[in-house]
């Protein structure tokens, strides 16, 4: 590895992180004034013109927050878990390439559109998401509270039960592209998008991400009327922006490998826009339906909701990756 | 290089102490979870990126969450403190260290410390892609041990299914 390639990595990392928090601070007020807007109301609107340093006040605020801590805490994993969820949730977005399909020339280098083209591609995804459900549960652990162990307790089993679906609807993905690696799937969608042959395989997916990330209306673990706030409970000030933030941004990842996945990442319809643009409308697009989701559908009971994950969506992403294959297998005339 | 597998040896021997010094079982089962990691990267660093992710999300993710849990649920707490080693479990650590080492001996006498190369070299794997080869090696040279291995975890699957069963009715 040369001086050039980690310099480099670095700069993209800190573009990314600096990005991704960007996203989260923004997103917060997008689903407010989203919210509101289908609530008849005009939501935030006081801080800067249409509430645009909304987030930065909150950040304030929360910055400034004295961190009241629970007495019986489990001193080190308190202070561990906070950390786990948000390296997990900004790690993710290291392969999603942005924009492509050639290389960024720049001051004479060629640079990727992405921190990382690794082989195994989506697969680092789904590894560093199964060691996010750590902070979770651990902070729910750590916390000494039965609150935030119920919360904990429900949020990983839902986590893991839907980690199954959500990486074997990729499954028919990959079986189509012929490979894992973000750049090829994407380059593999040049003419038809792949939500066009495999819309059920996006909804499972769109179904399984909503359910990965805890958000409505599979948003269990912070059922306020029974659990007061899930996990994070006795987490304030800055440690609860943390947890904030790790679930804002596993939004913003799992929407943008929906993109890459399905909507053709950086191909528009039409060469009008530059890649990074039609790559961003999209991500916005299902975020939009993240928001629209939270403010129609009610909460799931929680029995139904484990039943929707193993006998439904589980069943229906294992058919539907057999089905690709054979469908592949006999295109190609070797049945 | 080197320099990264000694920083990754350290704190696999480091996390495997962990495993058993510990006094709390969460922090044995942490540890436990550090050192997967650890052989996760060593398998990075030796180029083998898939083995990597199926170690992070079978044995770090899965397994080891589970593992998480039933501590958890069992004393969440005030946890058990163990009391101290008596004298026979002492024998069996002699026992299995003389025998490991001799096995570690064997090898280092027979193949020297890089190992033998197979026709698996790092730039056939490159060109093929890291996926790709093990999915081939799997599914045709090493078919039958697969669905040997598939067909016991099916047993035990269904195992657990009734005795979940059972204890309902």
Redo the contacts between chains.
């Keep these: 590895m040369t001086t050039e390639v980690v310099v480099e990595t670095l700069i993209k990392t800190v573009i990314v992180i600096f990005g991704l928090l960007t996203g989260f601070a923004y997103l917060t007020l997008f689903e407010r004034k989203v919210q509101a807007r289908l609530q008849q109301r005009p939501g935030p609107n006081r801080v800067g013109p249409w509430g645009l340093l909304q987030p930065a006040a909150d950040g304030l605020k929360l910055f400034f927050k004295s961190s009241s801590t629970p007495s019986g805490r489990d001193r080190f994993l308190y202070l561990l878990a906070p950390l786990i969820s948000v390296c997990a949730a900004l790690a993710s977005f290291a392969i999603i390439p942005v924009s492509g399909p050639g290389p960024l020339r720049l001051f004479g280098h060629s640079i990727g559109w992405y921190v990382m083209n690794v082989n195994i591609g989506v697969l680092w995804y789904l590894a560093v998401t199964s060691v996010g459900v750590f902070g979770i549960f651990l902070a729910g652990y750590a916390s000494n509270s039965k609150y935030s162990l119920l919360g904990a307790l429900r949020s990983s089993a839902q986590m893991i039960s839907y980690e199954m679906a959500l990486g074997l609807s990729l499954v028919p993905v990959f079986i189509l592209a012929g490979s894992l690696k973000l750049v090829d799937i994407v380059n593999a969608q040049h003419t038809w998008w792949f939500i066009i042959p495999l819309l059920p395989a996006f909804f499972l997916y769109l179904i399984a991400g909503i359910a990965e990330t805890n958000r409505a209306p599979f948003d269990l673990p912070e059922a306020e009327t029974e659990l007061v706030a899930g996990y994070h409970t006795e987490y304030s000030g800055m440690r609860f922006a943390l947890f904030f933030m790790a679930e804002y941004i596993n939004m913003i990842i799992v929407s943008s490998i929906a993109t890459v996945v399905f909507l053709g990442g950086w191909w528009g319809p039409l060469g009008i826009l530059p890649g990074p643009w039609w790559f961003l409308l999209k991500v916005i697009v299902l975020l939009y339906v993240y928001v629209w989701l939270r403010a129609t559908l009610p909460r799931m009971r929680y029995d139904r909701l484990m039943a929707l994950g193993w006998k439904s969506l589980f069943p229906l992403s294992l058919a539907m990756m057999m089905i690709t294959a054979v469908v592949v297998v006999a295109a190609e005339g070797t049945l | 290089m080197v320099v990264g597998f000694a920083i990754v040896a350290a704190w696999e021997l480091v996390t495997a102490a962990g495993v058993i010094a510990f006094r709390r079982p ?1 922090y044995n089962a ?1 540890a436990l ?1 550090g050192n997967m ?1 650890g052989l996760a990267v060593l398998f990075l660093m030796l180029n083998a ?2 083995l ?3 170690q ?2 079978v044995y ?3 397994v080891m ?1 589970l593992f ?2 039933i501590i ?2 069992m004393n ?2 005030s946890d058990v403190t163990l009391g101290p080693a008596r004298g026979g479990e002492w024998i069996y650590g002699i026992v299995f260290g003389v025998i490991f080492a001799a096995l570690l001996g064997v090898l280092l006498v027979n193949q020297g410390l890089t190992g033998r190369s197979g026709p698996s070299t790092p730039e056939v794997i490159n060109a093929v ?3 790709q080869s093990v999915g081939t090696a799997l599914y045709t040279t090493f078919l039958f041990p697969v669905e040997v291995t598939s067909v016991l975890l099916l047993i035990a699957a269904v195992g657990a299914v009734y005795l979940a069963m059972r204890r309902i009715r």
């Design positions: 969460i942490l979870v990691l990126q898939f990597f992710a199926a992070v999300i770090a993710g899965a969450v998480v849990f958890a649920l969440p707490v892609g890291n996926v």
